[in-house]
């Protein structure tokens, strides 16, 4: 009978045991692991110079429920150019930072595009019967442009989730979830191309303004040294929010953010609020202030006001000396 | 020797089950409300539809024994009505054919404008707040078994956020239970089983470990109430909520840690026409064992202190944005930043 050598026997089963155990670590692994996945849609597409392309960001809770998003996307800055940011079909409601059509320019300078909202109550996954996928965070129009028709070569673009993106549980802890970020990768094909530019076509679609909205004025002692401040928000389902104008009584519009502190702090103003969507269709809120400034009597400039104070005057001076010489009259009677 | 070899192969294969099948080893997790959404309009039957304009799922007049007519689809695709089928004598009869010679599937006026309808259920004889897009539209309220429904033509077709929560009798507010989806132009949609997770309050928020602690609440009229303590291990206990909603669970805080923050929420269970509802999450509430007590500054991101969490407090956060204040500062890590935003986003009330 062949005897195994015992060294031989425990080194073998020492293996064994360091395999089970991988093993059983492994195994455990997709039971204790949630993550959501932000992804970019398509994930591969091919597309010729001069072509208009949209990417999509979804994301998909894998289960969780989730309330805030914070996406940092880069892309290949001398290959794309973005020519529109579409938030309407944007499962975020509020929006803590969001790149407007004015901050095209400084995207294609830095081949980067941050945003970050949450929804309240959170986001749990698609609804059964949901004729829609509903996953949608944002969606961003670009354009390759025809000038690198000199290079001969395929090329890829790489448009990348960053590793900075978060997004957070719905869990009141403001815990953030484990990513599984997923980029696309456009191939550029050598020639002329030039597809129909979609994103304008949906901007000349969209004849629907922002939704109707209120204007709160507010005081708060926390803010503002306590001044007057007001707030506004508004959504639109088409094209989406690009930025809001105020103007303050007679003032000069000016593009505005929510907290907005107001200059005029009398609130004897009306106060307007304009919310513009990314095709240019607007919406106007107004505050009406509950007492109009009223206007200073101008004495000098208007000789009626002017008469009637030295009528009064004169009335009043005459009455005191009356009553004076009434008064004299009855003591002297006294004694 | 011979008990390891067996063993070991043993845990080995049951581990691989799970590595592979990793969605039969999860189904402890809790099945969230059984929610659905039909369209009633897109001539798809979908969700609890019965019928969908001229869809009938295959059903003609034929189907209820006539041999002429139509079939009518009404109630938002709900009810198949018969109202225009008839037999004649002489026809192909019933069974024969499309309908019997007579109009294959049915008609039905389209909705004239875009409609939202909601039906769930909160706690009876309370007022629900219906939130779009985090601003409240309306309020409505429940009738004494809970149920609540609510129909507006006033909401623009693309992807809305419907949120909801309500008041209970004792005060406490529900957490706000949300649901985005794409609502349909020219058609009605009907949202079914939006159910409010139940409420949650602690009668002290510091208690001597071994005292016994009053959770309670208020859910929808007999439900199984589970209410969940955080410990080292989860404590998970029952109870039930009486007809007006209201339960109550007396809890022995012996097994939890001395002089730590604990947390308790809880959820409901119930039978709805035969399925099984496991409601969401309420809010969690925290209690401390122990003898010291700790006050957190603005709880529940309630920045400017009026009872509401919205658009003001997320003025008022974004104001701070990036500094210490601690009262903005939710989670006291010394910044303020998307972590105190997702904390008031679950705290939002519009």
Same mark, same amino acid.
């Given at each position: 009978?062949?005897?195994?050598?015992?060294?031989?026997?425990?080194?073998?089963?020492?293996?064994?045991?360091?395999?089970?155990f991988?093993?059983?670590?492994?195994?455990?692994?997709?039971?204790?692991?949630?993550?959501?996945?932000?992804? +970019?849609?398509?994930?591969?597409e @091919?597309?010729?110079?001069?072509?208009?392309?949209?990417? &999509? =960001?979804? *994301?998909? /809770? #894998?289960?969780?429920?989730?309330?805030?998003?914070?996406?940092?996307?880069?892309?290949?800055?001398?290959?794309?150019?973005?020519?529109?940011?579409?938030?309407?079909?944007?499962?975020?409601?509020?929006?803590?930072?969001?790149?407007?059509?004015?901050?095209i320019?400084k995207?294609?300078?830095?081949?980067?595009?941050y945003f970050?909202?949450?929804?309240?109550?959170?986001?749990?996954?698609?609804?059964?019967?949901?004729?829609?996928?509903?996953?949608?965070?944002?969606?961003?129009?670009?354009?390759?442009?025809?000038?690198?028709?000199?290079?001969?070569?395929?090329?890829?673009?790489?448009?990348?989730?960053?590793?900075?993106?978060?997004?957070? +549980?719905?869990?009141?802890?403001? @815990?953030?979830?484990?990513?599984?970020?997923?980029?696309? &990768? =456009?191939? *550029?094909? /050598? #020639?002329?191309?030039?597809?129909?530019?979609?994103?304008?076509?949906?901007?000349?679609?969209d004849?629907?303004?922002?939704?109707?909205?209120?204007?709160?004025?507010?005081?708060?002692?926390?803010?503002?040294?306590g001044?007057?401040?007001?707030?506004?928000?508004?959504?639109?389902?088409?094209?989406?929010?690009?930025?809001?104008?105020?103007?303050?009584?007679?003032?000069?519009?000016?593009v505005?953010?929510?907290p907005?502190?107001?200059?005029?702090?009398?609130?004897?103003?009306?106060?307007?609020?304009?919310?513009?969507?990314?095709?240019?269709?607007?919406?106007?809120?107004?505050?009406?202030?509950?007492?109009?400034?009223?206007?200073?009597?101008?004495?000098?400039?208007?000789?009626?006001?002017?008469?009637?104070?030295?009528?009064?005057?004169? =009335?009043?001076?005459?009455?005191?000396?009356?009553?004076?010489?009434?008064?004299?009259?009855?003591?002297?009677?006294?004694? | 020797?011979?008990?390891?070899?067996?063993?070991?192969?043993?845990?080995?294969?049951?581990?691989?089950?799970?590595?592979?099948f990793?969605?039969?080893?999860?189904?402890?997790?809790?099945?969230?409300?059984?929610?659905?959404?039909?369209?009633?309009?897109?001539?798809s039957?979908?969700?609890?539809?019965?019928?969908?304009?001229?869809?009938?799922?295959?059903?003609?007049?034929?189907?209820?024994?006539?041999?002429?007519?139509?079939?009518?689809?009404?109630?938002?695709?709900?009810?198949?009505?018969?109202?225009n089928?008839?037999?004649?004598?002489?026809?192909?009869?019933?069974?024969?054919?499309?309908?019997?010679?007579?109009?294959v599937?049915?008609?039905?006026?389209?909705?004239?404008?875009?409609?939202?309808?909601?039906?769930?259920?909160?706690?009876?004889?309370?007022?629900?707040?219906?939130?779009?897009?985090?601003?409240?539209i309306?309020?409505?309220?429940?009738?004494?078994?809970?149920?609540?429904?609510w129909?507006?033509t006033?909401?623009?077709?693309?992807?809305?956020?419907?949120?909801?929560?309500?008041?209970?009798?004792?005060g406490l507010?529900?957490?706000?239970?949300?649901?985005?989806?794409?609502?349909?132009?020219?058609?009605?949609?009907?949202?079914?089983?939006?159910?409010?997770?139940?409420?949650?309050?602690?009668?002290?928020?510091?208690?001597?470990?071994?005292?016994?602690?009053?959770?309670?609440g208020?859910?929808?009229?007999?439900?199984?109430?589970?209410?969940?303590?955080?410990s080292?291990?989860?404590?998970?206990?029952?109870?039930?909520?009486?007809?007006?909603?209201?339960?109550?669970?007396?809890?022995?805080?012996?097994?939890?840690?001395?002089?730590?923050?604990?947390?308790?929420?809880s959820?409901?269970?119930?039978?709805?026409?035969?399925?099984?509802?496991?409601?969401?999450?309420?809010?969690?509430?925290?209690?401390?064992?122990?003898?010291?007590?700790?006050?957190?500054?603005c709880?529940?991101?309630?920045?400017?202190q009026?009872?509401?969490?919205?658009?003001?407090?997320?003025?008022?956060?974004?104001?701070?944005?990036?500094?210490?204040?601690?009262?903005?500062?939710?989670?006291?890590?010394?910044?303020?930043?998307?972590?105190?935003?997702?904390?008031?986003?679950?705290?939002?009330?519009?």
């Open positions: 009978m062949k005897v195994q050598n015992p060294k031989i026997k425990s080194q073998k089963f020492k293996l064994v045991k360091k395999i089970l991988l093993g059983l670590v492994l195994s455990f692994l997709p039971i204790f692991t949630f993550s959501a996945i932000l992804y +970019l849609e398509p994930k591969e @091919t597309h010729k110079l001069g072509d208009h392309f949209a990417v &999509k =960001i979804r *994301i998909d /809770p #894998e289960g969780e429920c989730i309330n805030t998003i914070a996406v940092d996307l880069s892309f290949p800055k001398n290959i794309l150019l973005v020519e529109g940011i579409n938030l309407g079909d944007s499962i975020i409601n509020i929006w803590v930072e969001k790149p407007s059509s004015l901050d320019k995207i294609n300078e830095e081949g980067k595009i970050a909202g949450g929804i309240p109550g959170g986001f749990c996954g698609r609804i059964p019967g949901d004729p829609g996928l509903t996953n949608i965070v944002a969606e961003i129009r670009f354009f390759i442009p025809s000038m690198i028709v000199g290079e001969v070569q395929e090329q890829e673009a790489e448009i990348k989730l960053l590793e900075t993106s978060q997004v957070f +549980l719905n869990d009141g802890r403001g @815990t953030q979830a484990t990513m599984n970020l997923k980029s696309s &990768k =456009i191939k *550029i094909t /050598p #020639e002329r191309g030039g597809e129909i530019n979609e994103w304008r076509q949906e901007l000349l679609e004849t629907i303004p922002p939704e109707s909205f209120e204007i709160q004025i507010q005081k708060d002692p926390a803010i503002f040294d001044k007057y401040f007001m707030v506004f928000y508004t959504t639109d389902k088409e094209t989406g929010v690009d930025y809001y104008m105020v103007k303050e009584g007679e003032r000069d519009w000016k505005a953010k929510s907005y502190l107001l200059e005029n702090q009398n609130l004897d103003e009306e106060i307007k609020v304009k919310a513009v969507d990314r095709a240019g269709n607007e919406t106007i809120a107004t505050y009406y202030p509950k007492f109009k400034k009223t206007e200073k009597p101008n004495l000098t400039k208007n000789p009626i006001n002017k008469k009637i104070i030295i009528i009064s005057a004169s =009335i009043g001076l005459i009455l005191i000396l009356i009553f004076t010489l009434i008064f004299f009259i009855k003591k002297r009677r006294k004694f | 020797m011979n008990t390891k070899r067996i063993l070991y192969p043993f845990f080995f294969l049951v581990f691989s089950f799970a590595f592979l990793p969605n039969i080893v999860l189904t402890q997790k809790i099945v969230p409300t059984i929610v659905g959404i039909s369209v009633c309009g897109d001539g039957i979908d969700g609890f539809e019965v019928c969908d304009g001229d869809n009938f799922g295959g059903k003609t007049c034929a189907t209820y024994g006539y041999n002429r007519g139509s079939l009518l689809c009404l109630e938002n695709c709900t009810r198949i009505s018969t109202e089928c008839y037999t004649e004598p002489g026809g192909m009869g019933a069974g024969a054919g499309a309908g019997g010679g007579g109009y599937g049915g008609s039905m006026t389209p909705p004239a404008s875009t409609t939202l309808i909601i039906l769930g259920m909160g706690y009876p004889d309370s007022e629900v707040k219906i939130l779009k897009d985090g601003k409240e309306a309020r409505v309220r429940t009738d004494s078994k809970g149920n609540f429904s129909q507006t006033d909401i623009t077709p693309g992807v809305n956020s419907l949120g909801f929560w309500a008041d209970d009798k004792f507010k529900s957490i706000l239970y949300t649901l985005t989806f794409e609502i349909m132009p020219n058609a009605i949609t009907t949202i079914k089983g939006a159910y409010l997770p139940p409420t949650i309050g602690v009668e002290k928020n510091v208690v001597k470990k071994g005292e016994t602690l009053k959770f309670f208020q859910a929808i009229p007999e439900a199984k109430v589970l209410v969940y303590v955080s080292s291990e989860e404590i998970i206990q029952e109870t039930s909520s009486k007809k007006m909603g209201e339960w109550e669970l007396l809890f022995n805080t012996s097994p939890l840690t001395e002089e730590t923050m604990h947390t308790v929420k959820q409901y269970k119930t039978i709805v026409e035969g399925a099984t509802v496991v409601s969401g999450f309420s809010k969690f509430v925290t209690f401390y064992v122990g003898k010291r007590a700790l006050a957190g500054t709880p529940g991101a309630d920045l400017n009026d009872g509401k969490v919205n658009l003001t407090d997320f003025s008022i956060l974004l104001y701070y944005w990036g500094s210490n204040n601690p009262c903005a500062d939710q989670n006291q890590d010394g910044k303020v930043n998307l972590v105190d935003f997702s904390i008031m986003m679950y705290y939002w009330t519009g």
